[in-house]
């Protein structure tokens, strides 16, 4: 009799830590990462004056709509969160506000570097020849293929990334996305990848980074094939 207790003791005592291992893991899924940061964040941006973002009491005379909260200002509030360091990897960047944000965490003294294509680095437009001459470090990935990542590293632990170039034409025309998180499991695959192509192109570290591409009259404010920047 005892016997028979105890088997059924030892199976109610496993069906309890079966439940309870199932009832874990479903709490972790539902509520883990709740004190993560997520925010997802739609474009094109709502036409808005973003000074507010930059200089919050200075008094904007401009025509346009002020204090909105925009998609626009949304991004620009986490791209100058940054405290340390802004690691940005992006396939066109000739989008003035965002290039303004981040002149003004590089006169901060933060540590900023920046991935890029080579290909269109050099339209019309982009501000990577501005943020180069400003003292920034910016290596150029070239090949056969393009390197078309659009994403940022804040701090090494916000990551910002989606379909958004940080162009004019994306962020005022374009329907586009851009997710923001702070969840490590989300956040460390792309500060790997980060680190990878910067020391896979670094010329300090291994000479393959050629110069920087020149601003050709033929190809002024568009694609090499013809297309738009966007």
């Given at each position: ?21 199932e ?57 100058l969160?940054?405290k340390s ?41 982009s501000?990577?020849?501005?943020l ?14 393009h ?12 990551l ?13 025309h ?23 192509m ?30 738009v920047?966007?």
């Amino acid at each position: 009799m005892s016997a028979v207790w105890t088997l059924k003791a030892l199976g109610l005592g496993a069906l309890a830590l079966t439940l309870s291992v199932e009832v874990w893991a479903w709490f972790f899924r539902r509520f883990g990462s709740k004190g993560f940061l997520k925010e997802v964040i739609f474009f094109p941006t709502e036409l808005a004056c973003v000074e507010h973002v930059f200089e919050p009491t200075f008094q904007c005379l401009c025509p346009l709509p002020h204090g909105l909260e925009t998609s626009l200002a949304r991004l620009l509030h986490h791209v100058l969160s940054a405290k340390s360091t802004l690691d940005i990897c992006v396939f066109a960047f000739s989008n003035m506000d965002l290039s303004r944000a981040v002149l003004a965490l590089h006169s901060r003294g933060l540590v900023i570097r920046i991935l890029t294509d080579k290909d269109y680095s050099g339209i019309r437009g982009s501000q990577i020849g501005p943020l180069r001459r400003a003292g920034i470090r910016v290596l150029y990935v070239s090949g056969t293929v393009h390197m078309h990542h659009k994403f940022a590293l804040v701090d090494g632990r916000r990551l910002v990334t989606g379909s958004l170039n940080w162009t004019l034409q994306a962020v005022q025309h374009n329907k586009e996305n851009v997710m923001v998180t702070e969840e490590p499991r989300l956040v460390t695959p792309f500060v790997r990848e980060f680190q990878d192509m910067w020391d896979a192109n670094d010329p300090e570290s291994c000479g393959r980074a050629g110069p920087p591409p020149q601003q050709g009259a033929g190809r002024q404010g568009t694609w090499p094939n013809g297309g738009v920047a966007s």
